[in-house]
């Protein structure tokens, strides 16, 4: 028979072993490096506890406890939300809110309380604006808005990437959840544009391209305000110079821009520029939620052009991309 062979065995853990006892599995390592393991997670909490404190002036609980959520008995709402992925999910994004992006905002007293659909331009490659949107409105407005943003259904289709958006409260963009969404006093954010504005190559940088009418039927059929928001500095985080709309048929993606800096050592993070995000007044409409286009298409284009307004507002103001 041949002699079976020893495991080599780390120098630190061989250490961390009582002296004299043979090793028979990792199963004694793991216990000895378990309560390590928690004092360090332990110590990251407190750490992500005291950050969300400092920059909400109270606890991340006690300012959840202040947003209306209708949790079922396993802690999560109906459609997955998580309030303990919201609070790391709201961590990393507060982050990049105050020390990445130093976002800028006004108009944030124009939120409403109860059911509010949020309806802004689109850009940047990738949805760092909803993020951040989203990430104004949990910690600058009073009481507290936790908004939930419509994705694309082919979302769904990526692993992990479809339950973290519904963890931390992002649903499925159809007509149906949105319903139910504001029926229950929520707020959402929604993005007229789609796919076609996150996507935008730089030479046509803040023209809103065409709005869906979607949203406006809603709106009118729910009877809730509109809330124009207005965001820039989404627009230079990633810069594509085109779009390869073939491959993206082929891979069944909605676009896949070309962006240079994606080759350039340390491009692969968003360039650090400053966002504004403007929250315009309310913005209310009445009418048949079953009219004709053209109907819808008018009160639509009021929407469209008082965001296309507070752009070239916020462009006029800033005196460059980066500060």
């Known amino acids: ?137 949990f910690l600058e407005a009073d009481p507290p808005r936790l908004i939930r943003s419509m994705v694309e259904k082919w979302t769904q289709t990526l692993p992990f990437v479809s339950t973290f958006f519904s963890r931390v409260g992002q649903v499925v963009g159809v007509p149906e959840n949105a319903r139910r969404l504001l029926e229950s006093e929520q707020a959402l954010m929604v993005f007229p544009e789609g796919a076609a504005g996150i996507s935008k190559t730089y030479d046509r940088a803040y023209q809103l391209t065409d709005f869906g009418l979607g949203f406006m039927r809603l709106a009118i059929e729910t009877k809730t305000p509109i809330v124009p928001v207005a965001v820039v500095g989404a627009e230079e985080q990633y810069i594509s110079i085109g779009n390869l709309s073939g491959l993206a048929k082929i891979v069944g993606i909605p676009a896949l821009p070309l962006i240079p800096q994606l080759f350039v050592p340390g491009g692969q993070l968003p360039l650090p520029t400053k966002y504004r995000i403007a929250f315009g007044a309310p913005m209310f409409f009445d009418g048949d939620p079953d009219d004709d286009d053209a109907i819808l298409e008018e009160k639509v284009w009021s929407v469209k052009t008082t965001i296309q307004q507070m752009l070239h507002e916020g462009l006029a103001k800033r005196k460059g991309i980066f500060f």
């Open 1 to 137: 028979m041949t002699p079976r062979r020893a495991a080599h065995i780390p120098e630190e853990v061989s250490e961390s072993l009582p002296p004299g006892r043979p090793l028979e599995t990792l199963e004694d390592v793991a216990k000895g490096l378990a309560p390590r393991v928690r004092e360090t997670l332990d110590a990251a909490e407190e750490q992500i506890d005291g950050f969300l404190s400092s920059v909400m002036g109270e606890s991340f609980d006690a300012r959840m406890a202040r947003v209306d959520l209708h949790l079922g008995a396993g802690g999560v709402d109906a459609f997955g939300l998580d309030p303990k992925w919201a609070k790391y999910g709201f961590f990393a994004a507060a982050v990049l809110y105050r020390h990445y992006f130093r976002c800028e905002v006004t108009g944030i007293e124009n939120a409403p309380r109860g059911r509010v659909l949020f309806i802004g331009n689109h850009s940047g490659q990738v949805p760092i604006d909803a993020a951040m949107i989203g990430t104004a409105l």
